[in-house]
């Protein structure tokens, strides 16, 4: 099991959204160094199932195809663990770079996840990244929320716009990506997540 976290500037390395998701109120910042990204989605897809494909740690690569390994560093206790990923790539075969990241992983199940990246291992000065679902009928509502500060040289030529702009669309496909996984999940008896609803659907967050 895996996080779905920070979409970091390997994000550089997607050029353009590959569903066309429900994706709405996007915010993209960046602010000395650091960049933000805030949006909120529907999903065709239950919170319970959403919630089991973002923390498949060791399959992250289905949800981001520039990533070269995923795998479970240690369970810290129930709830928390540290993930590390690694994600290569170039952006117009000028600036390619890889990207190691160590996130210590809290889950909240079914309905929120968060993750804060832990410089040390990782190329990042810091970084986290929110994910807040909500029952919608037979869906799911999502906020995401993620921030990013990379540790190492970023060339000028590719500028803060292209960099927010590469992020939103690398995690609109995250995004599609999520949907798809979890409305292919079944049960014990072999029904799609989809016709299902979750035990309970209480949101843990305000709109």
Sequence with gaps: MAPLRLMLLCSLLVTGPLWAAEVSNVSLGHD???????????LD??????FAVITD?????????RVRESRVIRRIDARTTEVFTELKGCVAAIFCKTLRRIERVTEYPPYELSAVVLPDGSDLKSGRVRWRLRADGD??????????????????MMGDALVARSL???T??????????????????????????PSHDTPVFEP
């Design 172 to 197: 609109t496909d995250m995004i599609a990506r999520v949907e798809v996984l979890a409305r292919k999940l079944v049960v014990g008896g072999g029904e799609p997540w989809v016709t299902e609803r």
């Design 57 to 65: 740690y060791d399959r992250i690569h289905r949800l981001h195809r």
């Design 139 to 156: 869906g799911t509502l999502l906020h995401y929320e993620s921030e990013m500060e990379p540790d190492f040289w970023v060339p000028a």
């Design 32 to 42: 000395e160094g650091v960049y933000h990204l805030r949006l909120e989605a529907r």
């Design 45 to 50: 897809a239950p919170p319970v199932a959403v």
């Design 168 to 170: 939103r669309n690398t």
